[in-house]
């Protein structure tokens, strides 16, 4: 499935940024291939530690924020065991493509071909959009993904398919049948999806490829592998964790060419009488 997926993001990225083919950002104008790599690595680094200590820089705004996520979240957990016997019963009717593809495009392996060979290519081609958006990628996905380890080891949160219901719990157990919140295919996909599509001002590009994303969280629903709220949130750490990396960028002025101009949007869940979702303000 990569073999599709991944000449798709590179074209579209190599399309977009054609015109910074052939220059690298002012630091790096000689700079050859090592150099660039040296560089592109100190960049995901900084990204990491920026987003991985962004709590203790929080203001009243990412408070309200993460209250509303948590909020949002316990709304569907109350939900899940609904939702769960609502997808379980469409999964045979559900296309056979799509769960594969949502399988494949969520597994780790499979992520991290992709996001290195987009960055791989960027780097080979002297493409500063694509490096850049190689090294958010892998940056967002290296934070989430820790993230989402300590949130799995120690909620403990059984999975649908163990029959226990969608509140049974056992806490820093270390096995795969109480590893499902959040869903870690969630943050891989939507952290690939929400990274691309930022590169992009045209909102048929950018609907396109959050649909790609949204097949693995929504697979995972159909293979009964996650309740609804462990969607929930893995979408929203992912949206919060690239947002936060793509400001570190942004603000070292690293990669300063592909800024330029920038449209950027800013997501934010909400809750509230009769009202729960996500509002993007463009």
Do not use: C
Not at 77 to 86: G, V
Request: charged share 15%.
């Amino acid at each position: 499935m990569h073999r599709i997926v991944l000449p798709l993001f590179i074209f579209l990225l190599s399309q977009y940024g054609l015109a910074q083919r052939s220059s690298l950002d002012t630091l790096q104008a000689d700079a050859n291939i090592w150099q660039t790599f040296k560089y592109d690595a100190k960049s995901a680094f900084g990204g990491f530690k920026h987003s991985i200590t962004a709590p203790a820089r929080w203001q009243g705004d990412d408070y309200l924020t993460a209250v509303s996520v948590l909020t949002v979240t316990s709304m569907f957990t109350a939900l899940d065991q609904s939702a769960r016997n609502y997808f379980v019963e469409q999964e045979p009717q559900a296309p056979g493509v799509l769960k594969e593809f949502g399988w494949y495009f969520g597994s780790p392996q499979n992520f991290f071909m992709v996001s290195g060979g987009i960055y791989g290519f960027g780097l080979l081609t002297k493409n500063e959009k694509v490096r850049k958006t190689g090294v958010l990628i892998i940056a967002s996905a290296a934070t989430s993904g820790l993230f989402q380890t300590f949130f799995k080891t120690a909620v403990g949160r059984a999975r649908p398919d163990d029959f226990t219901g969608p509140f049974e719990f056992e806490p820093f157990k270390g096995t795969a049948r109480y590893h499902s919140f959040p869903s870690g295919h969630t943050i891989l996909s939507i952290s690939m999806a929400h990274s691309i599509a930022k590169q992009f001002d045209n909102f048929w590009v950018k609907s396109g490829i959050y649909a790609l994303g949204s097949i693995a969280p929504i697979s995972r629903l159909w293979d009964d592998a996650h309740w609804a709220s462990d969607i929930v949130l893995g979408a929203a750490i992912s949206i919060a964790v690239v947002d936060s990396v793509d400001n570190f960028l942004f603000g070292s002025k690293r990669y300063e060419n592909t800024y330029k101009n920038r449209n950027r949007i800013s997501w934010r869940f909400t809750a509230g009488p009769n009202t729960v979702g996500l509002l993007g303000t463009f």
